[in-house]
């Protein structure tokens, strides 16, 4: 059985292009997507994935919000800041997130992902 992935990000073109990749992942699946830290709560709490990958700049609720309540809720589940702001942790002391990376670090996000949430 896949590992399931939570995408939360207000970028249309961000989201599209994060569902397109676990699209061709046999061992992940996108579970559910979010436009903001709220939904992205909501969701998480409905589906209960085994990752969450969460922009910090977002409308409503940013993810760093975002990201502190759902450690709370779901201490266990792992989740990747993926942001404009890779330098989070030198700005932050305490980030509620198990991994925070650039968004230009595409090209190695699947190996984050298989870090933090290795497939069965």
């Given amino acids: 059985m896949p590992k399931t992935v939570l ?3 207000d970028s249309d073109m961000i989201r599209k292009l ?3 990749l676990f ?3 046999e061992d992940y699946e996108l579970c559910a997507e979010a436009k903001n830290g709220e939904e992205a709560i909501s969701l998480a709490v409905i ?3 085994d990752l969450i ?3 910090v700049s977002m409308p409503v609720m940013d993810g760093l919000r975002a990201a502190k309540k ?3 809720i779901m201490p266990d589940t792992p989740i990747l800041l993926f942001t404009q702001h890779a330098d ?3 700005m932050f002391e305490d980030v509620p997130a198990d991994r925070v990376i650039s968004k230009t ?3 190695s996000l699947m190996q984050h992902v298989r870090e933090l949430a290795p497939a069965r």
Avoid: G, N
Wanted: proline fraction near 4%; hydrophobic fraction near 40%; include cysteine.
């Fill in 105 to 107: 670090d595409l090209v």
């Fill in 47 to 49: 589906h209960k994935p």
């Fill in 7 to 9: 995408v939360a990000d």
């Fill in 88 to 90: 989070l942790r030198m």
């Fill in 23 to 25: 699209e061709t992942e």
């Fill in 18 to 20: 994060l569902c397109r």
């Fill in 53 to 55: 990958i969460m922009d």
């Fill in 70 to 72: 759902l450690k709370q």
